[in-house]
């Protein structure tokens, strides 16, 4: 469904991917896991379109998209959340929904249709608020939210355009155990044919929602596998773990 | 997100109302003042709905009236179309002008895209002011006012032409209103709010703010060609980019981002002018005082400023 081969990305002399091999199928949930700095959101932005590859290439459903830009891969079935919110602040959450849902419709262009009030968006709303827990604040400002409604949103946001590749960067980033525990649920409840790539920082997190995880440092896969043999490969303990072993 | 709320129409309605009705007791002056109001609004309206909603600041709707204007006057004075046309093909034109210009700039931001639309009606000043068939510098006569007399309407006269151009001042807005409220501009209130997000979300977003500044470049058109029919006749003046600066005034004075503002904007302005270049010739310190303290008082305009104060009101009770 998505493969990436030979994926490399330098800054100048900066090395921050390397020769990144993956391959995923259809409806798989993959966790890539790795120390701050190891080049997750890069592999992020390489996948997305926000960065160009400095060689390499990216196949979803078969077909190359490394050479096409962010919103055409986004009109492929690709969608995004970001570790940082990125939402849009002077609207409601519901707005915010409506606007992610009509332009993944397609539904832009016209000036005499309503599209955002319609019944299909309206449906494809309330559906994705009841997945991520917002349906009691639809008529809530953004500018207004907590960080935990907005976190909510950030997910939501992707979830709306009805996606057959989704790249969550760290989706419970900063938010409390309960929310952690419904993010778990909500992975759960997504369409099994749906592709999920997810950033996480949180090993438990990790090794419950994925089917396999990959492991990057320094930019490189050092490891891949399902979470069993990752919870007792020796490579992860050494650079995820190292910290516990001493030298902290 | 926009919404045709009461405040908006009534301010709206209010406001053309009145000045219908001094135009109509005020004698030929006030028709004088009603009609520059008139032409004013319109065009802040156009800009408001690029700069409000669109987040594109404009400093070229003066010169792209300039365009509507002088096409107009071309083609009836000089190559004897009849209104209508001369209209359709003034439209196209600003339109066309306004699609150039917003394709070339939509991926500039800030003060950048603010020099460029710059740039862009300097061009156009500098074009139809050396262009000797359309008069260069001294200007084209031998404009001439649509012609209504089948039904009954002589629009020679001064009330009646004030009160035509105030029908445009209210489908402008209209129209203004009805896109915004479509999907072309939510999407474009999307655009303006989170241009990443938007592409991230698949949207072609340089297409999408081209279009949007070429519909408003339409809308500023028709300002163009109401301005060339009142004094039947157009010169490069038009197209300064003062004109552009004052415009932009308007829509901060009334409030920017608010669509029924630039009305208020517009008015307020030419009053004031009217009133105080009585006293003094000095006009612009007053307006300049005016200026800042709109933009002191929280940059929401005389509209925008009431709109606030009535939400928080609203909002309050809501939770009291």
Not at chain 1, 51 to 75: F, H, Y
Not at chain 1, 200 to 227: C, Q, S
Not at chain 2, 63 to 80: K, N, R
Not at chain 2, 89 to 114: C, K, Q
Request: hydrophobic share 50%.
């Amino acid at each position: 469904m998505l493969e990436v081969r030979d994926l490399s990305k330098n800054f100048g002399g900066l090395r921050v991917s390397r020769h990144i091999h993956m391959a995923l199928e259809k409806g798989e949930r993959r966790v890539v896991l790795g120390p701050n700095g190891a080049g997750k959101t890069t592999l992020f932005n390489l996948l997305a379109g926000t960065l160009q590859p400095t060689s390499g290439e990216i196949l979803l459903d078969g077909k190359p998209i490394t050479n096409l830009n962010v919103e055409q891969r986004a009109r492929r079935g690709l969608s995004r959340s970001y570790q940082k919110n990125n939402l849009f602040e002077g609207l409601t959450v519901g707005e915010n929904l409506a606007l992610a849902a009509a332009t993944a419709q397609g539904r832009t262009f016209s000036c005499f249709s309503r599209a955002h009030e319609s019944r299909a968006i309206r449906e494809t709303v309330e559906e994705v608020a009841e997945m991520v827990g917002l349906s009691d604040r639809l008529d809530l400002g953004v500018a207004h939210a907590s960080y935990g409604n907005r976190r909510q949103l950030e997910v939501g946001l992707a979830l709306a355009t009805k996606p057959k590749l989704l790249l969550m960067d760290e989706p419970t980033s900063g938010v409390g155990p309960g929310m952690i525990d419904a993010f778990h649920k909500l992975i759960a409840t997504l369409p099994r044919e749906l592709t999920i790539v997810i950033i996480e920082h949180d090993l438990d997190l990790g090794f419950d929602v994925a089917d396999r995880i990959t492991v990057l440092n320094y930019g490189e896969v050092v490891f891949e596998g399902t979470p069993e043999e990752t919870k007792g490969s020796d490579v992860v303990r050494e650079i995820y773990l190292g910290d516990w072993q001493g030298d902290a | 997100m926009f919404y045709q709320t009461p405040l908006k129409s009534v301010t709206v309605i209010v406001i053309l109302a009145a000045l219908a009705l001094y135009a109509i007791l005020g004698g030929y002056f006030a028709g004088e003042i009603v009609v520059e109001i008139a032409v004013l609004a319109i065009l802040a309206i156009s800009l408001d709905f690029v700069a409000g909603y669109g987040g594109m600041v404009s400093l070229c709707h003066g010169a792209i009236a300039g365009i509507g204007a002088y096409t107009f006057a071309g083609l009836t004075a000089l190559a004897g179309f009849d209104g209508f046309t001369a209209t359709l093909a003034a439209l196209a034109a600003t339109a066309a002008f306004g699609l150039v210009v917003g394709a070339v700039t939509a991926n500039i931001s800030g003060i950048f895209f603010i020099m460029a639309t710059l740039a862009f009606g300097q061009m156009a000043y500098v074009v139809v002011f050396e262009w000797k068939a359309l008069g260069g510098d001294d200007g084209m006569s031998g404009v001439s006012r649509y012609d209504f007399s089948a039904i009954g309407l002589n629009m020679n006269g001064s009330v009646e032409f004030a009160l035509f151009c105030l029908l445009v001042v209210l489908i402008v807005y209209a129209v203004a209103a009805y896109v915004l409220r479509s999907s072309f501009g939510r999407t474009l209130i999307g655009v303006h709010s989170n241009e990443d997000r938007m592409r991230a979300l698949g949207l072609s977003v340089w297409k999408h703010k081209a279009v949007a500044f070429s519909f408003s470049s339409l809308l500023a058109g028709s300002a163009g060609i109401l301005a060339a029919q009142h004094t039947l006749f157009v010169s490069p003046e038009l197209l300064v980019w003062t004109v552009s600066g004052e415009v932009l005034i308007v829509v901060i004075l009334g409030g920017l981002g608010t669509l029924a503002g630039p009305i208020a904007g517009a008015a307020l302005l030419v009053f004031l002018k009217q009133q105080v270049s009585d006293y003094t010739e000095h006009w612009h310190l007053v307006i300049g005082l005016f200026l800042i303290a709109a933009v002191m008082a929280g940059g929401r305009g005389v509209y925008g400023q009431v709109e606030h104060v009535l939400q928080r009101k609203a909002r309050s009770d809501a939770n009291a």
